[in-house]
């Protein structure tokens, strides 16, 4: 699929990260397409989603299911959720013995391991690292090119 235009360019510490999407299936109503999306640094694989909506609502949805994912070439899958309070709002990304959460905090929300060790902290596309690897750079592009980081905010803000 890597022959195909790619669909975003995030900057990353680690280098520019192409994301290439295609569909995999038929259209879904309220929920776009089921796509693949592969996202490549430096020429080289670092995650692959199959199964993921398009990017917003779909995306949110997919993930609410569960999605399957290759990150670094060990399989895995993302969940999340999205709810009033801030424990249950969540993006989870588990591949191998590798665990990456994505919580929400005020002002900033959070990337933690499995050890509760926090990784990055984040608003938007304006993320910080404390050690940027490839394996919390993917799964960082992947919350940025999903809008994902809505999952992490409050229903009632989009009341007001």
Do not use: H
């Amino acid at each position: 699929m890597t022959s195909r235009r790619p669909a975003a360019e995030l900057d990353s510490p680690l280098g520019k990260i192409t994301v290439f999407r295609g569909p995999i299936g038929s259209y879904v109503p309220l929920g776009g397409s089921v796509e693949r999306w592969e996202f490549v640094l430096n020429g080289s694989e670092i995650l692959s989603v199959d199964g993921m909506g398009t990017p917003g609502y779909g995306a949110r949805r997919q993930v609410k299911r569960g999605v399957d994912v290759s990150l670094l070439g060990v399989k895995g899958r993302v969940t999340g959720r999205r709810s009033l309070g801030p424990r249950g709002r969540f993006v989870r990304l588990e591949a191998g013995g590798t665990v990456f959460v994505a919580r929400a905090r005020v002002p900033r929300n959070y990337v933690v391991d499995s050890s509760g060790a926090e990784l990055a902290d984040f608003n938007g596309t304006d993320w910080l690292f404390e050690a940027a690897e490839p394996g919390i750079v993917a799964f960082a592009a992947l919350v940025v090119a999903a809008g994902l980081e809505v999952a992490l905010t409050s229903p009632l803000l989009e009341i007001f």
